[in-house]
Every structure is written in structure tokens, then in C-alpha cells.
């Protein structure tokens, strides 16, 4: 049985805290995505690739089985909806929380409390979906790909849904953050299949991620 695995990762904060986890496994990323155009990258183990990939798409390669794991956060595991995908272990990385924010000055509670129909712009559209029908406030979604914070301040939409580590970048847009919908962090994501078949391989990795990721946090 062939046993070599595919590992996907995205650039950014997912990769650069993979790696430390990597190397508790004893695995080294002999390339720097950031520092080369290559999208498979080797490793120390001749029997490990890493395949670099954007963020929303990593379930989507696991999934299919053209990546045996990879490391994806809630956020992005909520929105593909974690079909075909095992879930062993919350990697404790890439931590932020997913919140509702407005323009400072926005009234949101008496909006809310009036049953008005919120506009809400976000890339979050079913994790926002669940949470304003939850609290049976009427909204209508307006799907973005990125740069959130500009929907108030132009009148696009009255709220965002958007991720949020330190707040910086909401309080440089004059943004209030008004609810706060859940906690994210990033999870190992493995191919079912792959589970099954390249156990004896993949096993020993998903331990070792495991035992690693406790020191986070
Ligand atoms: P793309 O850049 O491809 O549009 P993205 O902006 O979601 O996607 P990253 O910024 O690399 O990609 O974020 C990857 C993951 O890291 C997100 O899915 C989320 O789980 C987490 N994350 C996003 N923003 C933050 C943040 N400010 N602090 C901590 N973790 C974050
Ligand atoms: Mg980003």
C-alpha cells in the first residue's frame, strides 16, 4: 500500500503555526512558501508533501482526497460544512472569535429589539444565517470575499460578521464590536478514507499533533 501523504496547508498564521506542530512530529518543511512560488513544497520526510492552498479551499482538497489532511479553521470548516472530513483534533492554532460589529454610534440593540430587517454583509453567510435566525432576528445576508469592515462605512450594510483577534482593525474603521458568536480555532481535518487506508502512516502524525497541541492555548 502506498503510503505517501499530502498534507494542506494555507500561507499565513495556519502555516507558520503548523510548523512547530510539524516539528513535534519530526517532520521539517525543508521550503518557505513565502519565499518561494511553489505550491508543493518537500519536507525532511520523503514520504511527506505539503501542498500550500487558499484557506476556504482546504476542506475542499481533503475532502477529495487530493490532500490526505490539513488544517483548517472553524470559520472555514463551518462554512464547507465537513462533509467527507474526520475532525480528530482542535489544533488549539490561529485562535480569534467570530463577532457582530457596526459603526460606532449604531443603536444594534434597539435595530434588533424593533424587528427591523438588519442588513448584514459578511463571508460568514451560513454561521451568520444560524445565529441571527436562532435569535429570530430577520437579516439579509450580503456575501463578501473579503475586507468586511468597509460594508458599514458605506452604506453596503448596517453589520458585519467578521473574525476578530485583537480589535485593531475594527477600532482603524470605527467599528464596535456588539456580539460575540463563538470561538475559533483551527482543526486537523483528515480524509476518511485516507484514515483507513494509510493508518499505519498517518496515525503516528495525528498523535503526535495532538500530544503538541495541549502545549498551545
Ligand atoms: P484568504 O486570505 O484566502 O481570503 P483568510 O483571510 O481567511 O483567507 P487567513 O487570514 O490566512 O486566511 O486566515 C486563516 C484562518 O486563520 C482563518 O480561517 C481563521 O480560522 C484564522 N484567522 C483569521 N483571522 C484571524 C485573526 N485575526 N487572528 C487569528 N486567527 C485568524
Ligand atoms: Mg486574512
Given at each position: 500500500m502506498n503510503q505517501t501523504l499530502t498534507l494542506a496547508l494555507s500561507k499565513g498564521r495556519i502555516f507558520d503555526e503548523t510548523l512547530p506542530l510539524l516539528e513535534a512530529a519530526?517532520?521539517?518543511?525543508?521550503?518557505?512558501p513565502e519565499k518561494s512560488r511553489k505550491l508543493i513544497l518537500t519536507t525532511s520526510d520523503p514520504q511527506l508533501r505539503v501542498v500550500i492552498v487558499r484557506a476556504s479551499d482546504v476542506p475542499t482538497y481533503v475532502q477529495y482526497g487530493a490532500a490526505d489532511f490539513g488544517v483548517a479553521g472553524k470559520d472555514v470548516l463551518l462554512e464547507h460544512g465537513g462533509?467527507?472530513?474526520?475532525?480528530?483534533?482542535?489544533?488549539?492554532?490561529a485562535k480569534c472569535r467570530m463577532s457582530v460589529a457596526v459603526q460606532a454610534g449604531f443603536d444594534y440593540a434597539s435595530a434588533v429589539r424593533q424587528g427591523a430587517r438588519l442588513r448584514v454583509a459578511t463571508k460568514y453567510v451560513q454561521v451568520a444565517r444560524e445565529h441571527f435566525a436562532a435569535k429570530g432576528v430577520h437579516v439579509d445576508l450580503i456575501k463578501l470575499y473579503?475586507?468586511?469592515?468597509?460594508g458599514p462605512l458605506v452604506g453596503l450594510s448596517d453589520a458585519i460578521v467578521d473574525l476578530v483577534s485583537t480589535g485593531s482593525t475594527l477600532r482603524a474603521n470605527h467599528l464596535v464590536e456588539v456580539e460575540h458568536i463563538m470561538e475559533i480555532s483551527s482543526r486537523l481535518v483528515v480524509n476518511q478514507a485516507a484514515l483507513k487506508l494509510k493508518r499505519e502512516k498517518l496515525q503516528p502524525i495525528v498523535d503526535a499533533f495532538a500530544k503538541a497541541s495541549l502545549r498551545e492555548k
Open positions: 519530526g517532520i521539517h518543511v525543508t521550503e518557505d462533509e467527507g472530513l474526520y475532525q480528530p483534533v482542535d489544533l488549539q492554532i473579503g475586507s468586511m469592515e468597509l
